[in-house]
Every structure is written in C-alpha cells, then in structure tokens.
C-alpha cells in the first residue's frame, strides 16, 4: 500500500493530490493514508501536506532504497531478485557470499550505506562512509571455468567506467587490472571472490566500492592524495540512485554480451577504457621486480610489459603496479 | 579421563588390568572406572571384564572416530586440528565449506560415517553407506592462486592412490583428473572446491569418497559395471582407520612438498601412477568430440591428446573422456 501511495505520488509530482482521490483510487481510509505519509517522511520522504490541496512529494531520501532502485530499473536480471539493503554492514561482500550460500538467485545485490570493515583487494580496507558513496555486492552464477574469473574483474571495470562516463561525464579510465582511475587517484575499487569446483564456477560476488559525494576533507588524510570522489571530479553532488541504476544494466549488458559471443570484444573495451596500456610502469611485489611499457592485456586479462629484454607476462595477484616516478 | 583409560587399556591389550591398578594410577574411583567401561562398550569397544583380573580391550570400534584418529597419526596439520565427526550428514564437503567460511584451522578435517546426499563433480550423486568406505573432506588454506587450484586435485589423487598402494597392494591408479580406478571401476572420487579472490585463495576443500568394504550386492545395480571397492579389489576387508591415516599424511608430505619445491615433482609422480597416460581415449561434451592418445599433462594440468590432425589441450570440467571401446 505504501508503495501505491509512493506511486500515485511520483506520478503527480508537479502536482498536490488529494488525500480523497488517492483514497478513492486505493479503496484506503483517510487515516490509513495519513499513517502512511508519516512512515514515507521517517525513511526520508519529503511530502508537503496542503491542508485543501492534498499532498505533493518534494524530494525522495538519499537513500538506495530497494523500491527506489527497482522503480525505472532496465535491467531484466540484476536487481529483479533480491536485494538484502543495510543502513550499516560489516562488508557487503561477506553478506553476498552468505546469501549465496543459503541459494538466492543469481542477480541478487547487497547495498549498504555504510560498511564499517570495508574490504579491499586480499586484507586491505575500503573507507565506505554513510550515504556519501556506492557499496555494492552482486551476486553471478556464470557459465564459465574458474580460470575466466578474472576476466569477470575486468568485466565490472568496464560496465562501471561505461556507466560512470554516461551519467557523470568524469573521463575516469581502468588501471589494470580493476581499479577505476580519475587523474591518477581512485575512484573505484572491485574486489571479486568466487566459490567454485575445479569444473565450474558456483557463484562469484563481484563488490565494489563506488567514491560517489565525499569531500576531499572527509577522507582520512592518508588517503587524499591516492583517492578521490565522482563529486569532486565533477564538481557537483552525483544521484547515487540513477548511477546505481545505470550501473546495473550496464553491467548486465556486457555480462550477456560475454555469455553470448565470448571475451574478446569486452577486453577490446577494457583496452580502450585502460590508463595502465602505454604507461610506463613499475612492477613491484613476488620475487619479481622491473619496469616496462605496459603494452597490452591477452585473452586470459594477463598484462603484458615490454622491458628492455623481453616481454613480461603479469598475473593479478602476482605483482602490483605504479606508474614509473 | 575415558581417553586416559582407553590408552590404559590398549598399552596393556595382551593382559588383563585390574581395576585397582587404573584406580591407582589415573586417582578416580573403582565406581567411576566401571561407569567409564560401560560408556566405551556403549561406544563400541569390545571390553572383556573378568571379575578377579580385571579389564581388557578385545577390540575397537569399525568406526573413525577423532580420538583413535589421532592416536599415532603422524601428521602435524592434518587432522591434528578441528576433527569434525558425523554419524551421518548431507555432504561432508558441505559441512567443511560451512566450517572454513566459520574460521576453522588449516588441516580441519570432516568425518561421517555415511552420507545421504554425498556428491561427485558437478550435480552427481556419491554412494556413501555407513561404515563402509571413507567420507572424508579436508580443508586447506595453500598459498597458490586460484589458477593453481586444479593441481591440488591431481595431489590429492597421487597422495590417495599411494596411501591405498602401501597399505593395501592394491594396484591402482589415477584417470585423469581425478578418479581411482581398479581394472576400469572407480574405487575413489576426488570433489575439489574452493572459495578464492582473483588473487588469492581463500580456502579450498578436498573432498573424496573412498570405497573401502563396500560388496559388490551392497553397490546399486547401476554402479555395480563401473564402481568397486578395495575390499573387492584386495579379497578381503580393509581397515579403515589405517588407511585414513595413511592418506592424511601422505597428503601431507606431497602438500609440503608442493609448497616448498612447487608442483614439477607432485606431476611426475601423477604420471607414473596415471592409468591414462598411453591409452587412446574418446573425448566427449562441450562442442568438440574427438578420439586420440593420451600423451601427457602440462604444467597446469592440462591434458594433451595427440589426434590424427594435432595435439588437442583438455582442461577439467571443459570435456569428459573415456578409454575408446
């Protein structure tokens, strides 16, 4: 009922609407809409209530609401399940992997407005302070071995920095293998885990951490110089709801583009959308050390550099980069 | 105190104890002793007392219970952690899934007597009848990537399949990736699952069936063609619980090995116990299908097929293949 009211709002919203028209239209009593318009503003529902007009709503909450999320959704998959929303979470990705766990359907989503633990790739945090950023967890059942996991990263960089460029107009770029750039700081982190046999894939969570409306002065000082946000890229405040919205079926659609015809034209994509091709780099970490040009990614998302000896395969996981100082 | 008595009892397994020496020695009541005896019998021990000479131990229960597990396994890791033991239970790989998500120690292992749903790769089912075979699941934490995975399926095998050469003679061997066959029927299957990021692995838990006194009119009719027992295979019964621990610390011994020189010496000995290196196999599922010899793995595991044209490559999970008829 709730959400009939909420509807016959947003339809009408240039516009008061009667308390008597949305009873008539809803078969509800005049007090039961006034209990629900009280519910609508305690979640953050701005309603102007005119004594002999009737009601008008002003604004919705700043909240990723499952309702509001779903409501102009154009995905067919993901988002149609479930979506289990937090005000506050220890990691969405630990929930997304719970909920795997118990059988939910593939497309599932875990949202939470906050994260107090965070994850980052292996045992690295992620600030994910309440309601200033997108901290998603989806849920996928792909019909791939688990050695095209990886892949599945460089997948959710594309479909995001797609989505990102469409709605925010900031020209961030991927550095390789999975982490969203905006002139050099960080505006995006993914961390994807999976659950597999040797044969196939179970599930995998692909979570990612999305730096929507903070401030420079809201990240810890730590991090000012290697992180920042779409809303001091662009700066303005980015709607955190049509970009969630945009991500999803931008991630959809190159899922299904995969699924239908294979890798090659997404990696085509990531290679266009990439920072780290044609940058000198330094490779650090393992028992490796060197530097090169990075000059292309293979069929299996392994980076290739070109040292002065030879051409050097990278594995994610096996050594991390930084442009060379 | 009932492990202090049981200990008591099997150092002195030829002679009988008198309760009066026990009394002595552990500083508990003749009463409390005699109460203890009883809770042993109840659990399966054959104790004989005789009125004048006291106690002694005839035999130990058929079933693999942690405290005889442990006592004189010789393994640091495997088993000498969390031991999990079920009468009966769906899957022990589920049961070792649930208890790695929950924090359990590296080398926990999962027990149980019979399973109702035990599993084999992909959707199939595992016959596991009580008390007849081994259900045993392992979990680990090994520092490979996940695109190492895989090779720890194949250790398992060389572990499992040199375990069962030393304590029973019987000759078998591996079919690739994952099977222990006797003259052709499956005495072993081996389920390899794992929980990983793009990095790094989480956990991975090695299931495997073993079948150990199973008779062939125990077998349902359909599986009595391709599956058989060691029991069968050696012409008389086979005590579990020395081939259980004969198995974890083999495991053991390759897992440290694959760790400390990587995976070369582990594929050469997967070699020499293969039974399908040399034959010509029928490759079957996915979109391809073809007939050739099987010449060798590669370093990730890979199977190589030499067909009339070209050397086909084989990944797990990718096709099936069975000896050509």
Redesign the interface.
Same mark, same amino acid.
């Given at each position: 009922m709730r959400k009939s009211i909420l509807n016959m709002l947003r339809n009408n919203a240039n516009e008061y609407l009667s308390g008597e028209e949305i009873s008539r239209q809803l078969s509800v009593s005049r007090t039961a809409i006034w209990k629900h318009m009280q519910t609508l503003k305690q979640a953050g529902y701005e309603i102007e209530a005119h004594p002999r007009q009737g009601y008008r709503l002003r604004s919705v909450p700043d909240r990723l609401l499952p309702d509001e999320i779903r409501d102009q959704l154009k995905t067919t998959m993901l988002g149609q399940h479930e979506i289990y929303y937090f005000d506050d979470i220890d990691s969405t990705n630990n929930e997304a992997?719970k909920q795997a766990?118990l059988g939910c359907h593939e497309g599932a989503i875990v949202l939470s407005e906050a994260q107090n633990r965070g994850r980052g790739?292996?045992a690295r945090s992620w600030f994910s302070p309440s309601g200033k950023g997108i901290w998603l967890s989806i849920i996928l059942k792909p019909p791939f071995? &688990?050695?095209d996991? &990886?892949k599945c990263?460089l997948l959710a960089a594309v479909a995001v920095t797609k989505a990102i460029r469409t709605i925010t107009k900031v020209q961030c770029g991927i550095k390789w &293998?999975?982490d969203i750039l905006y002139k050099g700081k960080k505006i995006v982190g993914i961390?994807?885990?999976?659950? $597999?046999?040797?044969? $196939?894939i179970?599930y995998i969570v692909i979570g990612m951490g999305i730096n929507v409306n903070i401030d420079k002065d809201e990240f810890p000082e730590e991090l000012r110089e290697i992180a920042t946000s779409l809303s001091q890229a662009s700066g303005q405040p980015i709607a955190r709801l049509t970009l969630l919205q945009a991500i999803l079926a931008e991630l959809e659609t190159e899922y299904n583009k995969v699924i239908q015809h294979g890798f090659s034209q997404m990696l085509d994509e990531w290679r266009q959308l990439s920072v780290t091709l044609g940058q000198t780099i330094d490779a650090l970490g393992g028992s490796r050390q060197f530097s090169g040009v990075a000059i292309d990614i293979d069929q299996d998302g392994t980076l290739l550099v070109q040292t002065e000896e030879k051409i050097e395969r990278i594995?994610?996981?096996?050594i991390s980069i930084r442009p060379k100082v």
């Open positions: 992997k766990n790739r292996i071995l &688990p050695s996991a &990886p990263t &293998p999975n961390l994807t885990e999976m659950n $597999a046999e040797m044969d $196939a179970n594995i994610a996981g096996d």
